[in-house]
């Protein structure tokens, strides 16, 4: 039988859908300085819930970016305190001209609500709050456990005031593990926490050559061309098959246990159906000898994301850029250290660097990769949380993607964290026609008040 804070939580779900449409329609877009408003209203309009639904001590903290959003509610002497994280911040819309309904306008279509947000992380973040009204209401005011209570608007432009507070306020935020609700399901239907994530760190390379934009005719055979010398550096980080040519990039990558790698065979993946519906490319690249989940959850990485600099817009201009710049960042893997790692990838471009050019690097964000162990008694209960809602067994499965977050709790905390989250692989983050499955909006409410009340002994 449903506990009370399910029943309430099934009672009120057209409402709660509501609500987080009402969410949806903020443009809190953290990465345009023309929507820091409206990310301070997306943090007033959270912090505001929080209060409505009886939390403690609810603050929007100031930082020098955007606000955190911070609650307690700590009435459970002798039980585990939870720290729950989520972000209400947003990625721009761009392009707008490919989504099917506004990105801001929240739309309905075949059991999936379409917007900007709804999944990444605005949806997750919400079924936090209303799993915490759920449990509220179901228990007579009370919580099973103790909860406090920490969402950010800059996840998605690096997280550095999380950060930074997160050291600072270590006593405040302590706990005895983190609920992190920014990850998927690895299938519909399927019950899944994600156990591990890859490290990043991203930097941009920029070259300088003339002291001016030079004209091609007049200088091109003689002046030094920043451009070119970006794609001869770049050219020689990577081999033809995926190898990281950087020396000792390699070093301390810690494979796989082979249990791990006998779960993931057991996964339904079908590597086709991700080359074509996923990936939509006519063939798949990458590392030889390693499956496509082992290369994207378990091996590190280089990639390149974008060369500003020269002539870009339509037309001819014959010109040699005196700078051009290039985005880089590279995934890493567990025992893999960042600043070892970006020490070596400086190094290594330094080397390269052609004559007649100065290359410097700026590093826009690094962190470590992160594993949590499955034998811990929350991911035991959330384990069994998932188990008792989806009516199947929960999967274990790593992400190729980096929660910096995550690393800090593990590192600076000392806390475990339950990466438990709904989203689906074909749920558009980042792209247009972002969504989210409305079933799984209802029914991570569900798990994390079944989770807690396991937890609290319930």
């Known amino acids: 039988m449903a506990s009370p804070a399910v029943s309430y939580a099934r009672g ?27 990310v301070q209203k997306a943090a007033d309009f959270v912090a505001a819930e929080l209060r409505r639904i009886g939390l403690d001590n609810v603050e929007s903290i100031p930082t020098k970016g955007h606000p955190l959003v911070y609650a307690e509610w700590l009435h459970a002497p002798g039980k585990p305190t939870v720290l729950m994280y989520a972000h209400y911040d947003v990625q721009p819309p761009d392009p707008l001209n490919e989504w099917i309904s506004p990105p801001f306008e929240p739309a309905e279509r075949n059991q999936n609500v379409y917007a900007r947000g709804a999944v990444d992380d605005k949806g997750q973040l919400w079924m936090e709050v209303k799993a915490l009204e759920s449990l509220m209401q179901g228990g007579g ?11 950010e608007g800059e996840e998605e432009v690096g997280g550095e005031s999380i950060t930074e507070y997160v050291l600072k306020q270590k006593t405040k935020l302590k706990a005895d593990f983190a609920l992190v609700c920014d990850t998927e399901l690895f299938a519909a239907n399927l019950p899944t926490l994600c156990v591990g994530l890859r ?14 934009d030079l004209h091609s005719g007049v200088y091109g055979g003689a002046a030094p061309n ?5 794609i001869e550096i770049i050219s020689q980080l990577k081999d033809a098959k995926g190898k990281i040519l950087i020396p000792g990039f390699y070093q ?13 065979k057991r996964l339904p993946f079908k590597e086709e159906h991700y080359r074509k519906t996923e990936v939509g490319s006519t063939v798949l690249t990458g590392e030889p000898g390693y499956s496509v989940l082992y290369r994207t959850w378990a091996r590190p990485t280089l990639e390149v994301h974008g060369i500003p600099g020269g002539f870009t817009a339509p037309g001819a201009k014959t010109v040699i850029p005196a700078r051009a710049a290039a985005k880089v960042s590279m995934r890493l893997v567990p025992n893999q250290n960042a600043d070892d790692v970006l020490n070596k990838f400086k190094k290594f471009v330094k080397k390269l660097t052609p004559k007649g050019i100065q290359t410097s690097i700026k590093v826009w964000s690094r962190g470590p990769a992160c594993v949590v162990g499955t034998d811990n008694p929350y991911i ?5 949380a ?17 929660i910096p977050i995550v690393t800090d709790f593990q590192d600076v905390l000392k806390i475990p964290s339950v990466m438990m989250g709904f989203g689906l692989p074909d749920d558009n983050l ?12 209802y029914r991570g409410i569900e798990s994390i008040c079944v989770f807690f009340e396991k937890l609290g002994g319930k």
């Open 141 to 151: 005011g009370k919580l099973p456990i103790n909860v406090k209570v920490l969402f």
């Open 199 to 212: 490290g990043l760190v991203y930097t941009e390379i920029e070259a300088v050559g003339p002291k001016t």
């Open 12 to 38: 009120n779900q057209q409402r709660f859908l509501n609500e987080l449409k009402d969410l949806l329609r903020i443009p809190s877009i953290s990465t345009l300085d023309e929507h820091k408003s409206d």
């Open 386 to 402: 998932l188990r008792d809602v989806f009516k199947k067994d929960t999967v274990f499965i790593r992400s190729g993607g980096s």
């Open 380 to 384: 035991l209960a959330a384990t069994e």
């Open 430 to 441: 980042h792209a247009p026609n972002e969504k989210f499955h409305i079933p799984n909006f």
């Open 226 to 230: 920043p451009l070119f010398a970006l």
């Open 252 to 264: 301390g990558v810690k494979a796989p246990s082979q249990a791990e790698l006998k779960t993931w």
